[in-house]
Structures are given as structure tokens and as C-alpha cells.
């Protein structure tokens, strides 16, 4: 499904995202960049070991990356340009600012890709996987900040939600129907 009402095209498709051949791709990853299971693992394997270099560069230079904020590194043998690290937060029952750090992970991933001048982004759930964070309230935080954005920073021109599950993918299109029915 498409929304073509505001300059960015925002498109919601399942797939794996590893597979995707856009300016970046975002990967949710851990405070230690140093790779892990879900998407991270698929993105590290299918990208090869360059991915983990810059890392490491990284880790050197900053230690690492913390909950909420994000890095760049090459895609290595992707078929995007970069990947955009970020780190959901782990779901602890939604007082400790569960919400907001996963907003800030959309919006600093975003404005990373911005600064290196991708035109076209694809996220994954952020947190629903391993982290726990549910799947409906983390689908509205990641559309309605990815919307926010785009409105107010109409420079990227495409914004990829890529669901791996079926469940991920309903809510993830809902929320694009909703913004549908009011633009
Ligand atoms: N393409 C797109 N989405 C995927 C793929 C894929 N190839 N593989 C899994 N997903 P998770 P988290 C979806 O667990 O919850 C790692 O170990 C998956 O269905 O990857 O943020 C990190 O190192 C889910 O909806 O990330 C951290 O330690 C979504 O990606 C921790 O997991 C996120 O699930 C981060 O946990």
C-alpha cells in the first residue's frame, strides 16, 4: 500500500529488508554495535563483514551507541547505500519512556540519512521483535513520527516500512490507512 498525498511516498511492504535496494536501510541493533539475532543478524550476514569494521570504528571513537540514537556505516555487500544503526528501546511495561526513546530512534535515523543525502529509507519494527515493545503502539510511534517528520523535512522522497511478519504488516498498514483518511 502507497500514500501519495504528501511529497514523500510512504509505502508499508513485507519483505526482508536486507533485500532492498534503497539509499539506507535502518537496522535495529544493540548498544554494543557489535551485531546480534533478528534483523540485525540478517543484516550483518547478508551485508558481510565490512558493516561490522565500521562498527568497530565507531565503537572506538564513541563506545557504541545508546538507546534512542543512531550510527551510519557502509551497506557492504547490500544493495542499499548505508545502514543506519539505531537502538529501540526494550519494552518494560511503557512507564520508562518506552515511547519516546522509539520516536527518537525514527527521527535520529532520519536525520542521519538526511545528512548523507539518501533520498529513499526503509525501516524495520523497531523493539518488536527481541525488545517486546507491542506491536500496535510501536506501528503508530513509527508512523506518526516518520509523517512528522516528512512534513516538516520534505527532503527524503521515499520512506520504506518493511514488515517481516504478518502481524507487524496489518498494524503497519492501518496506521497508513488512517493517515489516508484524514490527508
Ligand atoms: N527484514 C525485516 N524485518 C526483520 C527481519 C528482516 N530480515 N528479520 C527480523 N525482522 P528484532 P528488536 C523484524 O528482534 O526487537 C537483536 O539481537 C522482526 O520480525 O530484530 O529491536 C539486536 O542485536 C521484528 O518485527 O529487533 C538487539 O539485541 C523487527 O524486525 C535486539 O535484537 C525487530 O525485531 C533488538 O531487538
Redesign the pocket.
Known amino acids: 500500500m502507497t500514500m501519495t498525498s504528501i511529497p514523500t511516498k510512504i509505502e508499508v511492504v513485507q519483505?526482508?529488508?536486507?533485500k532492498m535496494s534503497v539509499d539506507a536501510i535502518v537496522n535495529?541493533?544493540?548498544t554494543s554495535l557489535l551485531?546480534?539475532?533478528?534483523?540485525?543478524?540478517?543484516i550483518h550476514r547478508a551485508g558481510g563483514s565490512a558493516i561490522l569494521e565500521d562498527c568497530r570504528k565507531i565503537i572506538a571513537k564513541q563506545g557504541g551507541c545508546k538507546v534512542g540514537e543512531a550510527v551510519i556505516t557502509t551497506a557492504g555487500k547490500l544493495p542499499a547505500k548505508y545502514v543506519v544503526h539505531t537502538v529501540?528501546p526494550v519494552w518494560n511495561g511503557g512507564n520508562k519512556h518506552e515511547a519516546e526513546k522509539l520516536a527518537s530512534c525514527y527521527t535520529k535515523a532520519l536525520l542521519l540519512a538526511k545528512d548523507h543525502h539518501c533520498k529513499s529509507v526503509a525501516f524495520?519494527?523497531?523493539?518488536?521483535?527481541?525488545?517486546?515493545?507491542p506491536k500496535d503502539l510501536a506501528a503508530q510511534i513509527a508512523f506518526e513520527t516518520v509523517y512528522k517528520f516528512v512534513i516538516e523535512q520534505p527532503y527524503i522522497e521515499k520512506i520504506v516500512f518493511?514488515?517481516?511478519?504478518e502481524e507487524?504488516y496489518e498494524h503497519t498498514n492501518n496506521q497508513l490507512q488512517k493517515l489516508n483518511l484524514f490527508t
Request: aromatic share 10%.
Open positions: 519483505a526482508d529488508i536486507t535495529a541493533a544493540n551485531g546480534g539475532g533478528g534483523v540485525d543478524g540478517a529501540g524495520p519494527n523497531i523493539s518488536t521483535g527481541i525488545y517486546k515493545f518493511v514488515c517481516f511478519d507487524n
